[in-house]
Structure formats: structure tokens, C-alpha cells
């Protein structure tokens, strides 16, 4: 089995992304993210996992779900472009709660005063603007799953 392809418990998702099992489950009921279909339990696969870790650290940092939820709904295709392209994708957003976020997608830093200029002359006034890093979380995310074991160890001698 490649790493890729591991399932994850809702119990594994909570320590990986650090957040309490309780707000998880709250999060999945209320439809924050969108999961595959499964009878039972679910189990989470790499996509889902940093769905949830995207969602999870923009709530954190923000508050605002609604920009947690538009965020962390390009999940699936950001972790594809940075896992095949080493690309290094940001959200940059602005939405007040309860409202419908403003939101574009950059691959360079150097895109995000631009687009963040562009948010104010239009006049998307929301409070607070945010950019997500989407390589920074995956980073972290992967991290996190190598220091708790679920990296696949090499064999010695392959680099």
C-alpha cells in the first residue's frame, strides 16, 4: 500500500490536524467539508485529511467557517498540484460571516499584494482578509505524519 493511499480514522484526523474529535464530527455534520460516500465508518483518505487540516487552520486563524469552508473545498485539487507540480498555491479571501467569500487562487507569493490590492479597489470589504498557504499547511500535515509513524520507512540504501 503507498502512503497516498492510507485511510485515516476520525481519531487519527483529530491528533494529525490537531483538533478536538467533538468539533471534527461537528464540522462533518454541519457539511464544513465534503467527504466520499461510505456505510459505517468513515475513513478518511489523504484528501480528506488535509481538507479537514485546511479547514481546521483557517477556523483557527480566522474564525470565519464560511472561508474555511470555500478554502478548504480546494483541497483535494491544491494537494494534487502540489504533490505533482511542487506548486505552491494561495487563497486570498475576504468575506464577512454569513456571506458568500471573495476568493481567488495565485501560485506565487509575490501574487498575493496584487490580488489583496485588487480586493480593496473593488471594494470587498470584509473585515479582515486572508491568504492561505496551502503548501505551509501540507507541509505541517506531513510533518505531523512522519513524526507519528505512518511515513513509509525506505529501505537502506535507497536515497
Same mark, same amino acid.
Given at each position: 500500500?503507498?502512503?497516498t493511499?492510507?485511510?485515516?480514522?476520525? @481519531?487519527?484526523?483529530?491528533?494529525?490536524?490537531?483538533?478536538? =474529535?467533538?468539533? *471534527?464530527?461537528?464540522?462533518?455534520?454541519?457539511? !464544513? &467539508?465534503?467527504?466520499?460516500?461510505?456505510?459505517?465508518?468513515?475513513?478518511?483518505?489523504?484528501?480528506?485529511?488535509?481538507?479537514?487540516?485546511?479547514?481546521?487552520?483557517?477556523?483557527?486563524?480566522?474564525?470565519?467557517?464560511?472561508?474555511? @469552508?470555500a478554502?478548504g473545498s480546494?483541497a483535494?485539487?491544491? =494537494?494534487?498540484? *502540489?504533490?505533482?507540480?511542487?506548486?505552491?498555491? !494561495? &487563497?486570498?479571501?475576504?468575506?464577512?460571516?454569513g456571506?458568500?467569500?471573495?476568493?481567488?487562487?495565485?501560485?506565487?507569493?509575490?501574487?498575493?499584494?496584487?490580488?489583496l490590492?485588487?480586493?480593496i479597489?473593488?471594494?470587498a470589504?470584509?473585515?479582515?482578509?486572508?491568504v492561505?498557504?496551502?503548501?505551509?499547511?501540507?507541509?505541517?500535515l506531513?510533518?505531523?505524519?512522519?513524526?507519528?509513524g505512518?511515513?513509509?520507512?525506505?529501505?537502506?540504501g535507497?536515497?
Amino acid at each position: 500500500m503507498q502512503f497516498t493511499d492510507h485511510r485515516f480514522t476520525v @481519531s487519527e484526523v483529530s491528533a494529525l490536524t490537531e483538533t478536538n =474529535l467533538n468539533t *471534527i464530527q461537528s464540522w462533518r455534520r454541519k457539511g !464544513y &467539508f465534503a467527504l466520499s460516500e461510505s456505510e459505517g465508518w468513515h475513513r478518511f483518505t489523504m484528501s480528506e485529511l488535509f481538507s479537514v487540516a485546511v479547514f481546521a487552520e483557517v477556523t483557527a486563524s480566522t474564525g470565519n467557517q464560511d472561508v474555511a @469552508s470555500a478554502a478548504g473545498s480546494m483541497a483535494v485539487q491544491i =494537494l494534487t498540484e *502540489i504533490i505533482e507540480n511542487d506548486a505552491a498555491p !494561495y &487563497f486570498v479571501g475576504s468575506a464577512r460571516k454569513g456571506e458568500v467569500p471573495v476568493m481567488e487562487l495565485t501560485y506565487g507569493a509575490r501574487d498575493v499584494g496584487r490580488i489583496l490590492a485588487d480586493l480593496i479597489e473593488r471594494g470587498a470589504d470584509a473585515g479582515a482578509y486572508v491568504v492561505v498557504d496551502y503548501r505551509a499547511i501540507f507541509l505541517r500535515l506531513l510533518k505531523r505524519l512522519h513524526d507519528s509513524g505512518y511515513a513509509e520507512k525506505k529501505p537502506e540504501g535507497v536515497a
